[in-house]
């Protein structure tokens, strides 16, 4: 069962949407993980490495997660450390991608 699934058509176009919907996963149950322990920086953290680092449309899935820091924590120390968390996530993407495309791109916000 393995060899086919192996070389099965639909396996390989897949591999591609492995790794950063994987990746987000992670990063939501470590936000979830993080509004457990009552920790909501850190809930922030997982959400920005999340989107950032691994699928933009898991967004959507750290709504909730959202909801719940503004919730618990005041406005003007949630906002601050979400614009910190995405400035510091976001910094070494578009550093490599200066690097390896040689120009200064956001490949989270690019159309295709």
Not at 58 to 63: D, H, T
């Amino acid at each position: 069962m393995l060899a086919l699934l192996c070389f099965a058509p639909g396996m390989f176009a897949a591999t591609t949407a492995l790794l950063p919907s994987s990746f987000a996963m992670y990063a939501i149950t470590a936000a979830a993980a993080a509004v457990i322990d009552g920790r909501p920086m850190a809930t922030i953290a997982c959400a920005a490495v999340g989107i950032v680092w691994g699928w933009v449309v898991a967004g959507l899935a750290f709504v909730p997660y959202a909801l719940h820091v503004l919730a618990v924590e005041p406005l003007r120390r949630s906002v601050p450390a979400a614009i910190i968390a995405l400035g510091l996530t976001a910094f070494p993407l578009v550093v490599a991608d200066r690097m390896f495309y040689g120009a200064w791109k956001v490949g989270v916000a690019i159309d295709h």
